[in-house]
């Protein structure tokens, strides 16, 4: 049991920094936003880790970010995809299409009896 | 009986998360910190139950674990990938590889280190010229070395590089006069002493140590003049090494400092 929790972790771990990008596809979206819907979707399990993993997204440029007026409380920080990020997003999307592929493949060959 | 409200544990949250934080370099400690606070001020609009903002708390995770990750995100500007290493600079084949290994040196002291390595051998070189400026070919290399590493640091900023060139980079060109000066009013210092001491000796008709001691002779105007001289240029000599003592404290100061914010 141990060790599949670990094999979840590893797997959300590896993925989450591309569902970030994919969140911020069609729309620019403040940190809060994007950690209350990565954490509804079970994929984090403290909300506080998506905020060091924005911080280097955005070093590495594959967000940008701008601050707009919120209408309650303090400006926020919204992230946008930079054309970088949407590349790496492409390249991603296709490289997971073929890894689920082979993996299904593989789990369903052993389910049969 | 817990008697805190609220609010009060977010801010010993954010104080805590404060503190976790100096594990951090600065502008990544002050981005986490403000990205936290700015998700707390979304989460509570003011008014919750305490069992709601210790939810959001609990959901946020611990300010260890917070700024574990944020350390484990740190070296972020090279991929997980193999790295690739850089362009090759296009420059005559003669001169390649020392274009390559000066350009190495260059990429490594922009690199801030942990110990501030470059800042330190450039002040050993400077002052290490200035002291050994008598062998003139290795000071004199380690000068221009030191000229060099100061001003390619970036760590230092413009000023303090300012006051090394101008205080602490001085220091050999002026050894080298003072040595080449000593050198050459070396036979006129001999004789004016002999002078000095001969009519002390004339005087006293005693030992040299009572012919210094006796300033009645003949020639005292004339020594008292090379003393004054020379007491000005001691004072002076001496000033300028305080300054030079001050520089090197300054930047060995600000030599721990990270560099500052791209």
């Avoid at chain 2, 296009?90 to 470059?118: H, I, K, T």
């Avoid at chain 2, 003949?218 to 300028?240: M, N, P, Q, R, S």
Wanted: with cysteine; charged share 20%; proline share 6%.
């Amino acid at each position: 049991m141990a060790a599949l929790d670990s094999a979840v972790t590893q797997l959300r771990r590896g993925v989450l920094e591309h569902c970030v990008l994919a969140l911020l596809g069609d729309e620019e979206r403040y940190g809060y936003d994007l950690v209350t819907e990565l954490s509804d979707a079970g994929l984090v399990a403290s909300e506080g880790t998506i905020y060091p993993l924005l911080s280097r997204l955005r070093k590495e440029e594959l967000v940008a970010t701008s601050w707009q007026e919120s209408p309650s409380g303090p400006p926020r920080r919204y992230y946008r995809l930079t054309a970088r990020g949407r590349r790496a997003l492409g390249t991603f999307q296709d490289s997971w299409r073929d890894f689920t592929h082979s993996v299904d493949q593989i789990l369903e060959g052993r389910q049969r009896p | 009986m817990n008697t805190e409200t609220p609010h009060a544990l977010a801010t010993d949250y954010l104080a805590q998360l404060d503190h976790e934080s100096r594990r951090l370099p600065a502008d990544q400690a002050g981005d986490l910190v403000a990205d936290i606070r700015e998700h707390l001020s979304s989460a509570l609009t003011g008014g919750e139950s305490e069992a709601r903002v210790r939810e959001v708390l609990d959901r946020l995770g611990s300010p260890r674990a917070l700024v574990d990750e944020a350390l484990e995100n740190a070296p972020a500007p090279t991929p997980p990938t193999a790295p690739t290493p850089p362009p090759a600079p296009v420059a005559a084949p003669g001169v390649g590889p020392y274009v390559d290994r000066l350009e190495g040196a260059v990429q490594q002291a922009r690199r801030p280190g942990v110990w501030g390595g470059f800042e330190t051998a450039a002040l050993i070189c400077l002052i290490g010229a200035e002291i050994g400026a008598v062998l003139l070919p290795f000071a004199g290399i380690a000068w221009v070395a030191g000229l060099v590493l100061l001003g390619i640091s970036q760590v230092w900023t413009t000023r303090e590089k300012l006051i090394g060139y101008l205080f602490l980079a001085t220091g050999f060109p002026l050894a080298v006069v003072t040595v080449v000066a000593g050198m050459l009013a070396l036979p006129f210092t001999v004789v004016s002493s002999v002078g000095v001491s001969c009519s002390g000796v004339a005087t006293t008709g005693s030992g040299t140590l009572d012919g210094l001691g006796d300033q009645s002779c003949g020639t005292t105007v004339d020594a008292g003049g090379v003393h004054l001289a020379l007491y000005v240029l001691i004072a002076i000599a001496v000033g300028y090494l305080l300054v030079q003592i001050y520089t090197v404290w300054r930047l060995l100061r600000a030599r721990h400092r990270a560099p500052e914010a791209a």
